[in-house]
């Protein structure tokens, strides 16, 4: 019997780790998206005054989706799916333009936050081969839910949170 990467029994039955097609397609993306993401918010971090807002940004960027980089490329090395090319460690551009606001940097990673939760879900529902997989993906939704409520009480404290006007009929 396996579960996750224990094997208990005679290691001639073990199986290695396996997964569908679509499995396989939302591991991919998942890592093609966390590439983008890190890339872009390392670009919104270079036009970040508010410190509170660039510690949130640095630890969303090391604690979180490193981490989970991490993950995705050794689940694609177990599973034997090639892997995309890296993009660069960093990305540094000049922060002296004014053009980003520290509110709007905030809309922005909030509403990145928002789309990966729908995503997760998407391929949480998908995942029916591998338990471990699919594991994974729940374990990157908790953290996905976790950041997003920990931004809504951020952002309702600056004030940058678009709250809809209450409807008293």
């Known amino acids: 019997m396996q579960i996750r990467d224990f094997h ?13 097609l679509l499995e396989a397609g939302a591991v991919w993306e998942e890592l093609i998206a966390r590439y983008d993401i890190i890339q872009l918010t390392q670009i919104l971090q270079n036009f970040t ?8 940004i640095n630890k969303g960027l090391y604690n979180i989706l490193e981490k989970q980089v991490n993950v995705l490329e050794e689940e694609m090395n177990l599973l034997q799916i090639p892997l995309p090319e ?9 922060s002296t333009t004014g053009v980003f606001q520290d509110h709007f940097i905030f809309s922005l990673i909030f509403a990145g936050v928002q789309h990966m939760m ?9 995942i029916t081969t591998s338990d471990r997989l699919r594991g994974i993906f729940i374990e990157f939704m908790k953290q996905e839910m976790d950041i ?13 949170l678009k709250v809809p006007p209450k409807f008293v009929p």
């Open 8 to 20: 208990i029994g005679r290691a001639d039955k073990a199986e290695p780790p396996s997964a569908d």
């Open 49 to 56: 005054h508010d410190t509170d807002l660039k510690l949130i």
């Open 86 to 94: 890296r993009p660069p460690k960093s990305v540094n551009a000049p």
């Open 118 to 126: 729908d995503r997760h879900v998407k391929h949480i529902r998908s």
């Open 148 to 160: 997003f409520d920990n931004m809504v009480k951020y952002g309702k404290l600056k004030g940058w």
